[in-house]
């Protein structure tokens, strides 16, 4: 659905120069009480989803000579707190995604 969506953004205005990814899901609880499926559709939603995000603005980017991604994040991709095991490892994912692409595209 989300490559679709920008399918049709980029055919009714133009390639996509900016993209902000504001995603969020969170789920508190207790390491022990934490469901592993519960966990992966955290990771889907915090990190996944940006992911293919950005994999479909970058060729435009590049096309175009440029542009900014910018992912959303929150104190919990800086350190891990208690009973939001699943959130934290989310965001700290999403930040490493933030860097690694910045590497790899020189910014």
């Not at 293919?52 to 590049?62: N, S, Y």
């Not at 440029?66 to 800086?78: D, R, S």
């Not at 350190?79 to 490892?89: I, K």
Request: hydrophobic content about 45%; aromatic content about 6%.
């Amino acid at each position: 659905q989300l490559s679709q969506a920008f399918d049709k953004l980029s055919a009714n205005f133009g390639p996509v120069t900016v993209l902000i990814c504001n995603v969020g899901m969170a789920h508190w609880g207790s390491i022990l009480e934490l469901d592993p499926e519960t966990v992966v559709q955290v990771f889907r939603t915090n990190v996944a989803a940006s992911l293919v995000a950005a994999q479909k603005v970058i060729p435009m980017q590049l096309k175009n000579g440029g542009g900014t991604i910018l992912f959303t994040g929150a104190t919990a991709a800086l350190r891990g707190s208690a009973n939001c095991a699943g959130v934290a490892a989310s965001k700290f994912g999403l930040r490493a995604l933030s860097q690694s692409l910045a590497r790899e595209y020189n910014s």
